[in-house]
Every structure is written in C-alpha cells, then in structure tokens.
C-alpha cells in the first residue's frame, strides 16, 4: 500500500484540515466581535461543542461518555483551554491574525520547556537552540516600531503560556482517557464557567441578528478540534507537529483576503523563523523517537 492511503497520511490530511479550521476560525471570530458582545461569541463557541459532541458520541458511548478517572484533570484542562480561547478572542481585537497565529505557535516549544521543568523531561541542547531560535522569531514581529508593538501583546503571552500548560497535562494524563469524552468535558466546563460571566453582556438582538456568526464560530472550533482527535488516533504527533504550522499560513493568507493585511518585511522573517523552528523542533522530536526504537 502506497504511503497515500496509509493511516499516517490519512492523519497529516486531518491535520491539515484542523489547521485551516483554526485559522477560519481566527479570520471569522476577528470579525465577528465586531458585530457581538465577545462574551456571548466565548460561550456560544464551547456550548456548541458539548452540545455537537453529546449527540454525535452519546449514541455510540452511551453513559461511557460521561466516564472519565480524572475528573479534576478534565476540570482543569478545560478551564486552561478557556483560557487559551478568551486571549484569543480579546487579542485578536488589537493584533492581525497572521502575527498573532505565528506567536501562538510557540506554544509546543514553550511546552517542551515546562515539561523539563514540571516532569523532568529531558531537552536537548539543539532543542533549547531551536527555541531560541523561535523567541527570537517572535522578536522580529513584535519589535518596537513594528505593526504589532503594544499591550496587546498581553494576550498572545498569556495564551502561549495556558496552552503549554494545557499540551503539558494532556501529555501527561491523556493516556487514561477517551478523546471523545475529554472534547465533552472541555466544551462542557467551557460553557459552564462562562455562563454566569456572559449574562452580564447577553443581547438576545445580537444573537437573533447575527446568530450565523455564533454559528460558525462554534462550528469551526468544534471541527478543528475533532480533525485533531481523529489526526492523533492515525498518526503519532512525532509525524503530525510539522504540519500544524501550515496554520501561521493559512491565517496570514486569510488575513491578508479579508482583512487586507499583510505582515511587513521583518514580521514574515520573523513568522518563517517560528515556522522553521517548529518544523525544526518537531524533526528533532521524530530523530529521538527513531533513536528510542532502535
């Protein structure tokens, strides 16, 4: 059988689907919270996916969807996950999707350095090299004098922070747990912590008016993150990491088609060097993989 029709390529292409749906995903919520109160637009998007993911995966788990032996993990990974979302949704107020995906991808590389840190996980010095090498990427963006110099790089530090630490715990406990039930939990906790936060901004004209835009955001978030349940059941994240960066691509092209935004000359240096430092990083995990099989 050819490498095409292989489960591996099967996973690369998911991946790749996942990728262009965050970036969709980033380009419509950009717009939309413009039109709606953001806090609606944050709990609309994880209400929709529990809601989605109970009646796709309720028929066919029944009462295991619900089953999970880390109750405080899926609690404190959704919340992490929400808040990787919320500085998202307010950064991508202030900052043009394509920089903002670029700083955002830091996040593997971030997480590779708490794991050093929390589980005592080994890096390598070219690891350490190659995020350096990303940091310094970042710099070219958010250089002062820049496009994106501001407080509102805020957001894109806090988010890669949460998210590292999401990637982190998932890493750690992931193996006890269905995918399924845990894509439950995270559009489930999402939504509950947020209830109580967006009444304080609920406008039942802006949801009547512009319901296809709360529509879609869920609808994207909610597939990208099945795209990346299914990638990861066919392929190990060793073959996968390379391809999320296809993201930074697809945002700085949907940027530049909605938004008529594009980078200025040392921001897409700066974006290609966080691309080929998480390319590179992804290489190095693959070489080590290869290394422990043999």
């Known amino acids: 059988m050819s490498f095409w029709k292989s ?108 794991a050093a840190w929390t589980l005592k996980a080994h890096v390598s010095p070219r690891r350490w090299a190659m ?5 310094l990427g970042v710099l070219l963006v958010v250089r002062p004098g820049g496009q994106v110099f501001g407080w509102a790089l805020l957001f894109p530090v806090v988010l890669v922070t949460s998210y590292a630490w999401f990637q982190v715990l998932t890493s750690r406990l992931s193996g006890d747990e269905n995918p399924y039930t845990t894509h439950f939990y995270t559009g489930l906790v999402g939504a509950v912590v ?16 512009y319901w296809y835009w709360f529509v879609l955001v869920g609808i994207f978030g909610t597939f990208g993150h099945l795209m990346l349940i299914r990638a990861f059941n066919r392929a190990n994240a060793v073959v996968l990491t390379p391809y999320l960066y296809t ?21 897409w240096a700066g974006i290609a060097v966080i691309a080929a430092s998480g390319v590179g990083n992804a290489m190095l995990s693959a070489r080590e993989a290869a290394g422990l099989r043999q």
């Open 7 to 114: 489960r591996q390529a099967g996973g690369i292409f998911l991946i790749i689907l996942a990728a262009l749906a965050f970036a969709t995903l980033d380009t419509i919520t950009k717009h939309a919270i413009q039109l709606v109160p953001l806090l609606m637009l944050l709990w609309f998007r994880y209400a929709f996916q529990a809601v989605v993911t109970f009646v796709l995966r309720f028929p066919v788990q029944q009462t295991r969807l619900f089953a999970t032996p880390n109750p405080r993990f899926q609690a404190l990974r959704g919340v992490l996950l929400l808040i990787t979302t919320a500085c998202a949704f307010f950064g991508l107020q202030f900052l043009p999707v394509g920089e903002f995906t670029a700083m955002a991808m830091l996040s593997p590389m971030v997480a590779s350095a708490m």
């Open 247 to 267: 993201q930074i691509a697809f945002a700085t092209v949907l940027g530049w088609l909605v938004f008529r935004h594009a980078p200025d000359g040392l921001a």
């Open 131 to 135: 995020m350096s090498l990303g940091l």
């Open 194 to 209: 947020m209830t109580p936060i967006m009444l304080f901004s609920w406008k039942t004209s802006a949801l009547l008016s």
